[in-house]
């Protein structure tokens, strides 16, 4: 047998990453993200009931679903922990629209194939822009596990 036979390696960070941390509730801000009935928010109002003579005080938590901007509420006793999602946003250039999906190229100069063109009023606006001939600018969101494009904005000019 080898020495090697207990050695791990756990530096990567891809698939096997946690999407959410745990934070108590009493710790979470208004414009900061949490989790409400599994999906990723961005908390828009809380407030914090008094504790009663037994029990803990509550925190009341309102947040909009980054992805869909569906309205979720969710009630915590402030000690108690909640997930945070991991939300990162990274900015591409658009090479084209192919299919309802967007070709981006990352700042290493390869491509990402996979993001959706949004759907409404942001995608239709985005479409147009590009058949114009601009050279737009994509921000894509992803916390756990999902990816949108949530904005863009026109390249500036060299």
Not at 6 to 14: I, R, W, Y
Not at 81 to 94: H, I, W
Not at 98 to 127: A, C, F, R
Not at 136 to 144: E, N, P, R
Request: aromatic share 6%; proline share 4%.
């Amino acid at each position: 047998m080898s020495d090697n036979e207990h050695e791990h390696n756990f530096e990567q960070a891809e698939s096997g990453a946690s999407t959410t941390f745990p934070m108590q509730c009493s710790a979470l801000r208004k414009n900061g993200h949490v989790v409400i009935k599994g999906r990723p928010c961005k908390i828009v109002d809380m407030s914090t009931s008094k504790t009663g003579k037994h029990g803990h005080a509550k925190v009341h938590l309102v947040g909009i679903d980054i992805f869909t901007g569906k309205k979720y509420e969710d009630l915590c006793p402030s000690t108690h922990n909640m997930d945070v999602p991991n939300v990162t946003r990274q900015d591409y250039a658009l090479i084209n629209i192919d299919d309802g999906y967007l070709n981006l190229m990352l700042q290493d100069g390869s491509t990402k194939d996979d993001v959706k063109l949004p759907e409404g009023e942001l995608g239709e606006e985005l479409e147009a822009d590009f058949d114009e001939g601009k050279e737009l600018i994509v921000s894509v969101v992803s916390a756990m596990g999902e990816e949108h494009a949530l904005s863009f904005k026109e390249a500036p000019k060299a």
